[in-house]
């Protein structure tokens, strides 16, 4: 299958800072990029579907001024979470599609907030 | 989207085949039937998808019944890397790739 690449696979923050979660389609287009979060034990939750060159769409309940999304090319999408709380300590997964492919996850990034 | 109905785990011997099912009775005759696997702390992993024939790849054959309200995954021969949870998912094929995932089916394939 396609290949997606996210990055970091883990990261530590401080409260209050802002983190970004970058997400790379290495071998295919991807006209459409979603994000997702996922707590323990739960499934995976849509936050936002974002195509390339257009605002994001944000699922009802998740804050588009906490969660920001850039999708600026046809390769590459990133997530920055703003002013992170401990709450927002989750795993976040990414999806990316092209115009002829299933959607196709990235390995997902560990985000804890201390 | 249709909603799926899914046992919440399964227990398989290895070397077995592995019968997922999965119940879409709401399924629309746009819609198709798409499986991935989530091993832990992994992103999910694409199987299969289907409209209403029966589907094999390389992972696993879909069989889907003549009035689409069911579906089954099997894995022909269950190895223990393929204890995940198994996700079903109903989805019109052009709708942006958006995909909602229910809670899925924990299968543990044991030795």
């Known amino acids: 299958g396609a290949v997606v690449s996210q990055h970091p696979s883990r990261v530590i923050c401080k409260s209050g800072t802002s983190v970004k979660i970058e997400c790379r389609s290495l071998?295919?287009?991807?006209?459409?990029m979603f994000w997702y979060r996922q707590f323990p034990k739960q499934s995976l939750m849509l936050m936002a579907t974002s195509n390339e060159g257009s605002k994001a769409t944000y699922e009802q309940g998740v804050e588009k001024d906490k969660f920001l999304i850039n999708h600026a090319s046809l390769t590459l999408s990133t997530l920055t979470v703003t002013s992170a709380h401990p709450e927002d300590s989750s795993f976040y997964i990414c999806s990316a599609r092209g115009r002829r492919t299933e959607a196709f996850f990235g390995q997902g990034t560990r985000l804890t907030v201390v | 989207d249709a909603k799926t109905t899914q046992p919440t785990s399964m227990d398989c011997a290895e070397g077995r085949a592995a019968n997922l099912p999965c119940n879409h009775s709401t399924i629309s005759g746009n819609e198709y039937v798409y499986w991935y696997r989530q091993i832990h702390s992994q992103g999910p992993q694409y199987i299969i998808h289907?409209?209403?024939n029966n589907e094999t790849n390389e992972m696993a054959s879909l069989i889907i019944t003549e009035d689409r309200k069911s579906s089954t995954l099997i894995l022909p021969h269950a190895t223990l890397r393929d204890t995940a949870v198994y996700y079903c998912?109903?989805?019109?094929?052009?709708?942006?790739?958006?995909?909602?995932f229910g809670q899925g089916t924990e299968l543990s394939v044991k030795p």
């Open positions: 071998d295919f287009q991807a006209t459409t």
């Open positions: 289907g409209l209403k």
């Open positions: 998912i109903v989805r019109m094929y052009n709708q942006g790739g958006k995909l909602i």
